[in-house]
Each structure stands twice: as C-alpha cells, then as structure tokens.
C-alpha cells in the first residue's frame, strides 16, 4: 500500500497561495492517476484535481484556473499550487489516488481568512 504523507498548509490571507506537497513511499507513482482531495469542517471529503498517467490534469469547477496540479514521478511527489484563495477553500487537503483507494495521511490543514 501506499503511503501518503502531506504538507504544506497553513493560514493565509483571502486573495493568497499556497503550495502544497506529498511525499508517497511503498509505491512507484508513476504507475496511478493521483489525486488532490480535501475535506472541509464537517462535510465530506472530495476530489479538487486530478493528475493522470498520461494525458492532462482536471479540476472541479470550485478550483479551476486558480489550483494547478503536478507531479514529480522520479522523486515520488505530488504537488498542488493553490492561487487566489477563499475562505471556502478553508480545508484539510490530501493526497491519494484518483478513487482514493489508498490509506489516507493525516492531511494538511489550509485555513483562509482574514
């Protein structure tokens, strides 16, 4: 199984960016469509953006034109750029695979307010 650790979050103002980062072991990433999910306070937890094998990256609608998803197979990473940030991007953002059909980490706390 692979296993997920995430990093990168924090405070930030709204209007702000961040970038976020996963680190992956047990796997080579190169072989699964990966996938940037988050999780808000008390709601479910869902897919922002999506970075497949081959071909390129999609994103939800909330996201799109202001995160950018990318990976970095040789050194088993993934990475989201997050710009323009609202207050309702405030979440706790993982990383996993496109169906999430890995362990989950622990996450990364994104918070965005003024």
């Known amino acids: 199984q692979v296993q997920f650790v995430e990093s990168g979050g924090a405070w930030v103002q709204p209007g702000g960016s961040l970038t976020l980062s996963c680190t992956a072991s047990n796997a080579t990433l190169s072989r699964y469509n990966l996938a940037w999910w988050r999780q808000p306070p008390g709601t479910r937890r869902d897919r922002v953006a999506v970075m497949y094998i081959t071909g390129g990256p999609d994103y939800d609608h909330s996201v799109n034109g202001r995160f950018t998803i990318s990976r970095d197979d040789d050194n088993n990473k993934l990475y989201l750029r997050m710009n323009t940030l609202r207050p309702e991007d405030t979440a706790t953002y993982y990383c996993?695979?496109?169906?999430?059909?890995?362990?989950w980490g622990q996450g990364t706390r994104v918070t965005v307010s003024s």
């Open positions: 996993n695979t496109y169906a999430g059909t890995q362990p």
